[in-house]
């Protein structure tokens, strides 16, 4: 079983994203910013990690480049969900080294169509 | 828009988002809370970053959230202000008071549109003017219309209100919907709706989208109607089953609405070689995501996700978050939501308990304590932990005070604005708690009471100055403890009352004001009903809705209201209420073999009546003298009609109580002691019955009524 962290400030968000992983079958566990989601990860690994970009205490961008520094979450997909898919954006989620991102809004099916291309 | 149910919900995944809706309309009023509390602490001179910042999250995370959940409007309103608040937190734009007062429209205006999705009722709320104004801001100009809240704002959600039924309002204009029917076993059903639009010509327009192809069962159309989509349902079921059917807000102007998805846009995307990334598929158009070339855990074109990591590159400087102070996560994980009932449910069964640990208590008083000493060991242990638990599972229900006292500043900024005058609003003990029940119901009176300080006490700047008084006035609120009661205070330092102008106000209205009144007796009169102190009604306060609905409210709460002022210098009120509605001391008394409760609070003193003392007037009924005044006396015996079966006894026993500005001399056979009751609601479980308040248990299990002296001291005026 497939355990994604998952990473959002806002308790609506996380509670759509987590619902619709568990339906599809993933151990999820929730963050409700950067560094409560550092924290988490600091004790256990994932295959996934799943974070909104725009947070209190730790944002997604800062909380990515902090989980490539541990040789843990080396390897491990990061997406990155934003509001904006600007260049800029986009530019400094590759420099932080995410995976990829995926845009706000989207819908639960999207979100399990885009998690199925990196879990397999 | 207004149907729940219908919109903003897809069938996607098989997961249907309004099971989600309730979750996000609680966050988003918190948001909107906060957001409007920060931006009325917002220094325009000096405005800090981090405040920038949160409120920026605070638009940013209710964005998401409507735009996730298909609330079109919202997001779109949302969006606006987040770009203007960007610009703010970038510095490209200095803030003003001007983009505040709009921010803070637009706060009233998304509350609004929340509130109407959540409720499924109200008008569609008219943004036009806040959106060209905040649009215009954007571009550096300035706002053109005077500006006007788009909407009373309607008071925040309550925790686990139920979701009503979607009552779909009447559409204004047009609206461009998009219609996903399915699945279906055969998609080509779906076409006979495109005939119902031919033939019902009003109901608008319809066009298949998709090419007309059926994706999994599932059709979708682009409806353009002025009909609410229940009547559209109402008219589909002939063909297909209203289960089948969604309609979700297909916006007109993708650039305006931020949930617009281009149907060749995939929304997600990965970075070539990213870790992680699956093998790309090279799609037209912005798919919407992406992966990054060569980061780690990014699968690259022909190499499993185990890819080499690349070096790290040299990450391009983001500027890391700010700390903000993490209340809202810290709250998020210290505490839970439960719904009120589940509260009420947990008060009720400890009321229970409470009644049975005093039935037994009572019964044991009998026992011999040598032979039962264990026992009576284990009672007295049940004793206190029922009393702990009482505390503890009233505590549950207890809220701070600042959530009646956050409601203020907004409301003061604004009411000193249309009156010119200058206000700084103080609080203090905000952290004083108070059971959630008489929070909602003292909201109203201290409102009032706040509106009058502003409207009637503090002076204009320039009679301040004037006077050798500080131009801004100052309003405070406090709140704390004393005893078994939480006293609630608004103080201001404005004109104070006068005791001439009152005293001359009484006497034109023919009350019975001789100048010997002491100052008390005087700030008392202006509890008199229809009694105003200005001398021009306001459409502040003053509109007959004066003192006297505040001080009933206050007395409906078994609460007492006291008024000091010196002119010149201020006035003081003081509110004083007992900590919760469920429980109360009273006093029980008996008559013949029936015990009534009187509420302690309102017990003045008791005495033996002797001889003479009682008299009768005309046919009025009977008074007695009391240290040189004399009181109506009320015999319960007649009023509840106590059967007697020992004609010899005569009550003797006068309990004075004082309700309302009067006192009456109540007659009864015996004071049996006091006690604190759980005060059950009669009503509720019963009807309504005159002279009672409640009911309660008592530890012999007897149903004992608790009288309600508001309605006794009444009853003796006439």
Request: hydrophobic residues 40%; contains cysteine; charged residues 25%.
């Amino acid at each position: 079983m497939h355990s994604i962290l998952a990473v959002d400030d806002s308790a609506s968000m996380r509670q759509m994203v987590s619902f619709t992983l568990k339906s599809a079958g993933y151990n999820v566990v929730e963050a409700v910013d950067g560094q409560d989601a550092f924290e988490k990860a600091g004790s256990r690994s994932f295959d996934l990690v799943l974070t909104d970009q725009n947070m209190p205490r730790m944002d997604g961008i800062s909380l990515t480049k902090k989980l490539r520094e541990n040789p843990q979450f080396k390897a491990t997909p990061i997406l990155i969900l934003t509001t904006e898919s600007s260049d800029q954006m986009k530019q400094a989620g590759r420099a932080a080294g995410a995976t990829g991102w995926l845009v706000k809004p989207f819908d639960p099916s999207k979100l399990i169509e885009v998690i199925q291309k990196v879990i397999r | 828009m207004g149907d729940m149910t219908s919109e903003g919900s897809q069938l996607s995944a098989g997961i249907d988002l309004s099971q989600f809706y309730q979750v996000f309309f609680e966050e988003a009023g918190e948001n909107l809370e906060r957001m409007e509390q920060q931006l009325l602490e917002l220094d325009i001179e000096a405005a800090d970053d981090e405040e920038l910042n949160a409120i920026f999250r605070c638009a940013h995370s209710i964005k998401g959230g409507a735009a996730t959940f298909g609330f079109a409007d919202v997001a779109e309103l949302t969006h606006q202000m987040e770009t203007l608040l960007d610009k703010l937190r970038r510095h490209e734009l200095q803030p003003t008071s001007a983009m505040v007062d709009v921010l803070l429209a637009s706060g009233d205006a998304l509350r609004a549109q929340l509130s109407r999705h959540q409720t499924g009722t109200g008008d569609e709320v008219d943004t036009t003017e806040l959106l060209f104004n905040i649009r215009a801001m954007v571009a550096g100009e300035a706002p053109v219309t005077a500006l006007v809240a788009a909407a009373p704002a309607p008071a925040p959600a309550q925790v686990a209100a139920p979701a009503p039924a979607p009552v779909p309002a009447a559409a204004a204009g047009p609206r461009t919907l998009e219609l996903t029917v399915g699945p279906l076993s055969d998609p080509s059903q779906a076409n006979n709706l495109l005939d119902l639009f031919k033939e019902i010509t009003d109901l608008g327009t319809i066009e298949p989208l998709d090419g007309g192809q059926a994706e999994a069962g599932m059709r979708r159309f682009k409806v353009v109607t002025q009909s609410s989509e229940s009547d559209m349902l109402d008219l589909f079921t002939f063909h297909v089953s209203k289960e089948l059917v969604r309609f979700t807000p297909l916006p007109q102007d993708a650039a305006s609405t931020p949930a617009a998805a281009k149907e060749d846009d995939l929304g997600y995307g990965f970075f070539d070689d990213a870790p992680g990334a699956p093998v790309a598929v090279a799609k037209d158009g912005d798919p919407g995501y992406g992966f990054f070339e060569n980061s780690p855990g990014a699968p690259a074109s022909h190499v499993t996700s185990e890819a080499q990591a690349q070096a790290a590159q040299k990450p391009t400087a983001a500027k890391a978050a700010a700390k903000a102070e993490p209340k809202g996560a810290a709250l998020d994980a210290a505490t839970i939501r439960v719904s009120v009932e589940k509260v009420d449910q947990l008060i009720n069964l400890v009321g229970e308990l409470v009644i049975t640990q005093a039935m037994l208590a009572q019964n044991s008083r009998g026992l011999d304590p040598v032979v039962h000493q264990q026992m009576l060991a284990g009672l007295t242990d049940l004793d206190r932990n029922t009393r702990d638990l009482q505390e503890a599972v009233m505590s549950i229900r207890m809220i701070p005070m600042s959530t009646v006292f956050n409601r203020f500043p907004r409301m003061l900024r604004d009411l000193a604005a249309k009156l010119g005058k200058k206000v700084e609003l103080v609080t203090q003990g905000e952290a004083t708690e108070l059971d959630k029940g008489l929070v909602e119901k003292i909201t109203d009176p201290l409102t009032h009471l706040v509106r009058n300080s502003c409207d009637h006490g503090i002076e204009l700047p320039e009679e301040r100055l004037a006077k050798g008084k500080p131009e801004t006035g100052t309003i405070t609120l406090a709140a704390s403890h004393q005893g078994g009661s939480i006293v609630i205070e608004v103080r201001d330092d404005g004109r104070g009352l006068s005791r001439e102008k009152l005293l001359k106000k009484a006497r034109e209205r023919g009350l019975h004001a001789p100048d010997s009144l002491t100052d008390q007796e005087v700030w008392g009169l202006i509890f008199e009903p229809g009694f105003s102190t200005a001398d021009q009604v306001t459409d502040v306060s003053g509109r007959g809705v004066g003192m006297d609905v505040v001080k009933k409210n206050i007395a409906a709460l078994n609460g007492t209201v006291e008024i000091d002022s010196a002119e010149g210098y201020g006035m003081r009120v003081a509110v004083r209420l007992p900590l919760t509605l469920a429980i109360m001391d009273g006093m029980s008394v008996g008559v013949g073999e029936e015990v009534y409760i009187l509420p302690l609070s309102s017990v003045v003193e008791s005495f033996q009546v002797e001889p003479g003392m009682v008299k009768t007037i005309g046919n009025s009924g009977r008074v007695v003298e009391v240290r040189q005044e004399y009181m109506p006396v009320v015999e319960l015996e007649q009023v509840f009609q106590v059967p007697r079966f020992d004609f010899e006894h005569v009550s003797s026993i006068m309990v004075v109580v004082e309700a309302e500005g009067g006192r009456v001399a109540l007659l009864v056979d015996e004071l049996l002691g006091q006690q604190q009751v759980v005060v059950k609601n009669l009503e509720a479980n019963y009807r309504k019955v005159t002279d009672v308040s409640g009911a309660t248990i008592m530890g012999d299990g007897r149903v004992a009524l608790i009288l309600d002296t508001g309605s006794l001291v009444r009853r003796s005026r006439h």
